[in-house]
């Protein structure tokens, strides 16, 4: 079957960096999503891996390793606005079409 | 443009009655999802359609729940009859297509009492 998993809660420090893990078991693997998605608010976009290795995007930047079913999430220089549930997401194709699959989500707190 | 639009914003109602939420895409995407979260399942995936045509609906719950997407700027997710497990926060969300980012509406959220 399919499962993906992140861990439940993180605590970093404001200014640290911080690495959200996500593994996955899937067939049909096509690609993995990140979202940050902050208390009473909807999902937003952070990057999306297709191919092995790191995607940075300024402060943040996500890695993937397709033959580990592994990816995470590296955030640095934490503000305190951060603190948020992080969501990864993984893409397969099964019977011709794509299909969605969600972790529960990491939820980050940050500490002055 | 508005981004993805949802309504209503908050809904409250009585245990059997039925509801309807609703979704406009953001113009121009391909394909529309509908996902409930709470706090005991997390983001769940209902139903997905592309260019208007349901692709994936193994997410829906039950009969009770039904979705449409009668042309490319409207959808509509119902539930009938409602009950008190259905609460939850009903987001819509858009993309040019399932390998893309999707932008989420500002979601639905639901109690039945």
């Known amino acids: 079957g399919q499962n993906i998993d992140q861990p439940t809660e993180m605590t970093a420090t404001e200014g640290a960096i911080v690495q959200i893990n996500c593994t996955y078991q899937t067939s049909g693997f096509n690609g993995l999503f990140w979202y940050q998605q902050h208390a009473g608010e909807a999902p937003t976009f952070l990057s999306y891996?297709?191919l092995d290795g790191l995607e940075e995007k300024g402060r943040f930047s996500s890695f993937l390793s397709r033959s580990k079913g592994y990816s995470y999430l590296l955030l640095k220089e934490l503000q305190m606005k951060d603190s948020a549930s992080y969501l990864c997401?993984?893409?397969?194709?099964?019977?011709?079409?794509?299909?969605?699959?969600w972790g529960a989500g990491t939820k980050l707190i940050i500490k002055p | 443009d508005a981004g993805v639009i949802q309504s209503p914003r908050h809904e409250v109602t009585e245990m059997g009655q039925e509801v309807t939420l609703r979704c406009k895409p953001i113009?121009?995407?391909?394909?529309l999802f509908w996902y409930r979260q709470t706090m005991m399942r997390g983001l769940e995936l209902l139903i997905y359609?592309?260019?208007?045509?349901?692709?994936?609906d193994s997410g829906m719950p039950e009969d009770r729940f039904s979705a449409k997407m009668p042309n490319a700027s409207f959808s509509t997710l119902k539930i009938q009859p409602s009950e008190p497990r259905d609460s939850a926060v009903y987001f819509c969300a858009s993309s040019f297509g399932e390998v893309y980012e999707q932008y989420f509406g500002p979601g639905t959220r639901l109690t039945v009492t």
């Open positions: 891996n297709v």
């Open positions: 359609f592309n260019n208007n045509v349901p692709i994936d």
């Open positions: 997401a993984v893409t397969r194709v099964k019977d011709s079409n794509y299909q969605l699959i």
């Open positions: 113009s121009g995407h391909n394909s």
